[in-house]
């Protein structure tokens, strides 16, 4: 296992344009999360998947973020009608919980977007 | 709102010198970890502390996690170049399992 993979790494596109990502996340990992980290501040949660179920979606995440997880395996995170705010590395980590949570998170390289 | 704060936010030293970094909430954490992060990298997972009062050494890294569970520190002995990056501290939130993170210190150790 190559531990969890995100793509693309960076992603420059033009205001108002749609972008998705996708992270693959741990085989064996049942719970999936999406953080949003501008620069120099720490990781702020966006939303978090058990399998294919969307258990939680912050406040952070507006009407223009989707993110769905089919089959409860990889994870796509859409973003419409991009705006400069948007600006930042989106990173996704995965980890096993089954009963208690888990404490062993494995984060993604994140995907670094600009938007223009 | 769980918040925690981590001071300080950015710290410059030579190679040789010892460092703390603190991380403070208002509220109790069941857990709190640590982490690192060089740029344009995921943050690493350095450290799981649970018991209040617990500390844990990981080479020159030393761990502690408050009686109270509301703190944590960092400790770094003789700080190294390969040290320098961002660190993070999270708290776990409830029964999620979602990280609530510090602002990150950015350590820059000069050789």
């Known amino acids: 296992d190559t531990g969890v993979s995100q793509d693309p790494r960076h992603k420059i596109t033009k205001r108002g344009q749609n972008v998705t990502f996708r992270c693959d996340p741990i085989?064996?990992?049942?719970?999936l999360y999406w953080y949003r980290q501008t620069l120099g501040q720490g990781p702020e949660f966006l939303t978090y998947f058990q399998n294919e179920a969307q258990l939680e979606k912050s406040r952070l995440l507006s009407d223009r973020f989707s993110a769905e997880r089919p089959k409860g395996s990889f994870s796509t995170l859409e973003i419409q009608r991009t705006e400069q705010g948007d600006s930042a590395m989106y990173l996704c980590a995965s980890s096993f919980v089954q009963g208690s949570p888990s404490r062993g998170y494995t984060f993604g390289s994140g995907t670094r977007l600009t938007v223009v | 709102t769980q918040l925690l704060e981590q001071s300080p936010q950015f710290l410059s030293i030579q190679e040789g010198e010892n460092l703390t970094v603190y991380c403070n909430s208002s509220?109790?954490?069941?857990?709190l970890q640590w982490y690192r992060q060089e740029p344009g990298e995921g943050p690493v997972l350095l450290v799981t502390?649970?018991?209040?009062?617990e500390v844990k050494k990981l080479k020159r890294l030393t761990f502690q996690f408050g009686d109270a569970r509301k703190d944590s520190s960092l400790h770094i002995t003789a700080a190294q170049p390969g040290d320098t990056g961002l660190y993070l501290c999270?708290?776990?939130?409830?029964?999620?399992?979602?990280?609530?993170f510090g602002q990150g210190t950015t350590l820059q150790v000069k050789p």
């Open positions: 085989s064996e990992h049942n719970r």
């Open positions: 509220s109790v954490f069941s857990s």
């Open positions: 502390v649970v018991t209040g009062g």
């Open positions: 999270a708290g776990i939130s409830g029964n999620t399992g979602k990280l609530i």
